[in-house]
C-alpha cells in the first residue's frame, strides 16, 4: 500500500488529448525478429479504453500490428482480470511478474 500511495501522491495531469495522440511515438519494430510478451490489465484504459477484449483481444492483436516479424512460435499475451494501467501497483502483480518469467525461462532467455 505504501508503494500505491507513493505512486498516488505524485501523479500529475494528464489529458484525453495526450491519450489519444500516444500514436505519434508509438511506431512498429518491422525489424525485431524474437519472440513478443503482450501483458495489459484487461481494464487498461490507456491502451483499450478500459477493457481489452473489445472488439476482439487487443492484447494479442499488438503483436502483428507493432512487431510483425516477430517469432509467433514464442510469442503470447496475456491479461489481468479487474487491473487497468498501472499493473505494478495492483495486487494482482505477481501474477504478471509470474507470467512474464515463464515466458522469460520458456524462450530460453
Do not use: R
Not at 15 to 23: K, Q, R
Not at 41 to 70: E, H, K, T, W
Request: include cysteine.
Amino acid at each position: 500500500m505504501a508503494v500505491f500511495n507513493s505512486d498516488e501522491s505524485k501523479k500529475q495531469t494528464f489529458t484525453f488529448g495526450e491519450i489519444f495522440t500516444l500514436t505519434g511515438p508509438v511506431k512498429p519494430a518491422t525489424q525485431f525478429t524474437g519472440p513478443v510478451d503482450v501483458v495489459n490489465g484487461m481494464n487498461d484504459f490507456i491502451f483499450c479504453q478500459s477493457d481489452c477484449n473489445v472488439p476482439s483481444d487487443q492484447s494479442a492483436a499488438v503483436q502483428p500490428a507493432l512487431y510483425p516479424a516477430a517469432n509467433t512460435t514464442g510469442s503470447q499475451s496475456f491479461q489481468i482480470p479487474g487491473v487497468g494501467h498501472a499493473i505494478n501497483l495492483h495486487n494482482a502483480a505477481p501474477s504478471a511478474f509470474a507470467h512474464t518469467l515463464k515466458f522469460v525461462a520458456s524462450n530460453g532467455f
